[in-house]
């Protein structure tokens, strides 16, 4: 069964460092990954998303997530935190060739960044 | 880029009664959307899948007698919520899926619906 974990219910950044959200997946065959923010009462925002190629994938807002096949990760990160990076972020995987694929989301981790 | 509404933002109804949600794509058509369910402080979970000219396909454990779905025309899709109860209460979101240039998946800014 395909399926994505989002480890981490919080992750509490100060302003200006580095942040990791992480994320795992299973699926099988070659999955596309995807990264939501969604701020409060809004719909979902998208970030980046992986589909194949260069292991590094840069996306919206200086967000950038690395693909790690042998772990099956997807962590998000961005160098430098700012306090408008507050959200709540959810990873998905859509599982096979195509993103018409049901999406799978992960549980969401709520960022907060403190200034 | 690419743009999914959906209308009303928020709803709030009386216990019984139907609500419908419609979901627009603004500026491609979808053969396929999607209806999400998100619960306070939880991940967002597939209802079902709205496929433009036939039946949705739903996700196990979903009423379809209870979530009807429409898909009339490329660009829109309606979730009536039929008999609607509080424990309906939920914020919906739709995505829409852009066959060109590329197949990806755009969502709407979701509905808030409260029922009394």
Redesign the interface.
């Known amino acids: 069964a395909q399926s994505v974990a989002q480890p981490e219910d919080q992750v509490n950044v100060a302003e200006g460092n580095p942040l990791t959200v992480k994320c795992t997946y299973s699926v099988s065959g070659n999955p596309y990954l995807f990264w ?1 923010v969604q701020y409060p ?6 970030l980046l ?1 992986y589909i194949t190629g260069d292991n590094l994938v840069k996306g919206s807002y200086g967000f950038e997530a690395e693909f790690n096949k042998s772990q099956t990760s997807f962590h998000l990160k961005k160098p430098s935190a700012l306090v408008s990076d507050s959200a709540l972020y ?1 990873c998905a995987v859509a599982p096979g060739y ?3 694929s ?7 981790t709520r960022l907060s960044i403190r200034p | 880029g690419a743009v999914v509404s959906q209308h009303p933002s928020w709803v709030i109804c009386k216990s019984g009664t139907s609500v419908k949600i419609e979901c627009r794509s603004l500026d491609f058509q979808a053969t396929t959307m999607f209806w999400y369910r998100q619960f306070p402080k939880q991940s967002l979970m597939l209802m079902a899948t709205s496929n433009e000219g036939s039946k949705a396909t739903y996700e196990q454990g979903v009423e379809k007698d209870k979530f009807l779905i429409n898909h009339a025309s490329l660009t829109l899709s309606t979730l009536t919520v039929t008999s609607a109860h509080p424990e309906d209460s939920s914020f919906y979101i739709c995505s829409a899926l852009r066959d060109y240039p590329s197949d990806e998946q755009f969502f709407g800014p979701g509905t808030r619906l409260t029922v009394l």
Do not use: D, E, P, V
């Open positions: 939501y009462n809004r719909g979902l925002q998208f998303k959810f195509s993103s018409a049901k999406i799978i989301f992960g549980s969401g």
